[in-house]
Structure formats: C-alpha cells, structure tokens
C-alpha cells in the first residue's frame, strides 16, 4: 500500500505528459514535485491512491467487503483527478441506482490501480472468498470483463508475491500474466487507441503477450516500447507498461517505481500498481526512506498521516491476531 501511494504520489504532479515533454520541464524525476493540491514537495494523493485507501478505510470499517458500503464511501468526499468513469459511476449512484448497476462497460485502468487492498481481509483466511470480492469491487466502477480478468490476475499475482523471498524470474511477470487472463478474460475484442499497433483487433492478454516479446525481443529501451503502444489510462496500455517494467527492474523497487514515473503518459497509475507489485515483494523498508518520509499520508483535502493511521489499524483488525499455525505469512504491508 505505501508502494502504491509512492508511485501515485511521484507521479501525479506529472501526469498525461509525454516523457520526453515531461524530461524537458523536469529532467529525471526521481523525488516528490510541487503539488497543487498541497503546496509544497511532499507526497500527496491523486485518485489511484484515494480511492485505494478508502476501500482500506471500509474494509476495515466492515471487517471485510460490504459492496454497498464501499460504493457509497467512494461518493464521500472530493476525488482529486478523477476520470470520467468514475464520474459517470458517481452520477448513477448520486442518481439512486443499485450499486450493481453504476458502474459503466469501461476499459480502463481505473479499477486496476485501487484494486491492492482487497487482499487485506484475507489474509487469515487464506483468501477462499477473495476472487469474488475482487471481482465485486472491479466491476463497480469499470464493469468490464478486461478490467475485472486484470484485477483478478493482479491480485493473484500480488497474493503470489507477499510470499516471495526473493524477485521471480524476469520471465515470470508475462508468464504468469498468461497462465492467468485467458480463462479469465477469453476472446475479448479490444483494439488500441494511438501507438504503432494500430492493426490489433482481440483480448487484452494477447495484446499484452505479443507487446512483452517484441520489446523484449527487440530489446527496446523501456520509454520507447511504453511510447509504441502509447502508455495511457487504457488496459491496452497500461498493462504492457506494467509488465514490461515490473519484468526489467522488478529486483529493484526504486528503479521500478522512477521508470514507471518517467516513461509513462499515465505515470501516476502506472507507477502506483507498479509501486504495489514491488511493496508486496520487498516490504515497505525497500522503498526508500526519503520517499517514506516525505508522504503527506492524505486521503483527502487535510488528513495528514491518515493513510499510516490505516495501515496501523489494517495490520490490527486483519493480521496481528492471526494464530501462529495458520498458513501464508505476507510481508510488511
């Protein structure tokens, strides 16, 4: 969770450029920039990590995840840079629409970035009721088969790697992505948006698949591949760019989150799941204190250290108390 608020946090206050316009006003991007929403160079939250702690604040509020409950606290408060289907999902809950219905056929990556935290209520239980609360919490806002198959593959991924003591093979990243999304997603028809690969017509996972090999094929440097399939808020693009920079640098988590940061159009996004993927393989002492220090910790306008306080209580209500003999021991949240 503090990966992901990092990587939204250093990302945000750069968000929807191009790199190379981004690397001529900024040069590398490797600390915390000067946010409208604080007023200074610390770390504050965009929508990626907001919404993603307000599904922990729930989750903890419920003891686990009560759909209606969630959908209800996602229209308290203001989101800072939300995209336009999450507005849409908030004018059809404002509207007094079940919670089942609200949320709009959208591939975006919207669902994906706060997906993390569902795994919390789990962790005693060994997460027999975690694809279905992942798929219950996807599909409310991005009602999408992509969106949910990609929040399913990330969260399995992510329960894979809290158990990890060491980085996975370079090749584990897109294999285990394909191993997953197929049944999952199956023939989905997606086309891309912008980028080189205008020709493609079919699923998610292919498109993914072919974009992995050939940058790596090719041996493509990292913001030039990004850049070919254009690195944007749509699955078509941002899950290569995930993949592809978690399969490079995922052995080092402060390389992995400055790449997603500088080398992305949505760089914010990018670089929080990114951020989550290498937090629950390295544990939060990998990531570098500067950056941990330097993290406002908001949810909103003026809740300093709030983030941490949920953390604090997440680790209580869902992990503290966990007998001994229980399997799967998860790192530092």
């Not at 990302?11 to 316009?21: A, H, I, Q, V, Y």
């Not at 404002?94 to 569902?118: F, H, K, T, Y």
């Not at 940061?261 to 500067?290: E, F, K, M, Q, W």
Request: charged residues 25%; aromatic residues 10%.
């Amino acid at each position: 969770m503090l990966g992901l608020a990092i990587g939204d946090s250093l990302g945000n206050t750069s968000e929807s450029l191009n790199p190379d316009r981004r690397k001529a006003l900024f040069g590398e991007i490797t600390d915390y920039l000067a946010n409208r929403h604080g007023g200074d160079d610390r770390g504050y939250p965009s929508d990626d990590s907001q919404l993603a702690f307000w599904t922990l604040e729930q989750l903890i509020a419920d003891r686990g995840l009560v759909p209606e409950s969630l959908a209800r606290r996602f229209t308290r408060g203001r989101i800072f840079g939300m995209g336009q289907t999450v507005a849409e999902f908030l004018r059809r809950m404002n509207d007094g629409a079940p919670w089942q219905q609200c949320g709009p056929e959208s591939p975006g990556n919207g669902a994906l970035m706060r997906i993390a935290p569902v795994l919390f209520p789990h962790l005693r239980t060994g997460g027999r009721q975690l694809w279905a609360d992942t798929t219950m919490a996807a599909m409310m806002t991005h009602n999408d088969l992509a969106s949910t198959a990609s929040c399913l593959t990330f969260v399995t991924m992510l329960w894979e790697l809290l158990d990890m003591r060491s980085p996975p093979r370079r090749d584990w990243w897109l294999n285990r992505f394909v191993e997953l999304m197929p049944d999952l997603e199956g023939e989905g028809r997606y086309a891309p948006r912008g980028g080189r690969f205008m020709d493609y017509a079919g699923p998610l996972w292919r498109y993914t698949q072919e974009r992995i090999r050939w940058a790596e094929a090719e041996e493509v440097p990292t913001v030039d591949a990004c850049n070919a399939w254009h690195s944007g808020a749509y699955l078509l693009e941002t899950v290569p760019s995930v993949l592809l920079i978690l399969t490079r640098y995922a052995d080092n988590p402060e390389g992995a989150i400055i790449r997603a940061v500088n080398d992305t159009r949505d760089n914010d996004s990018v670089a929080a799941i990114v951020g989550a993927a290498v937090g629950a393989l390295h544990g939060s002492s990998a990531l570098p204190y500067r950056w941990r220090q330097g993290l406002s910790g908001r949810t909103a306008e003026a809740d300093d250290g709030r983030m941490f306080e949920l953390l604090a209580e997440a680790r209580t209500v869902f992990w503290a108390e966990r007998p001994a003999d229980e399997p799967h021991s998860p790192r530092e949240t």
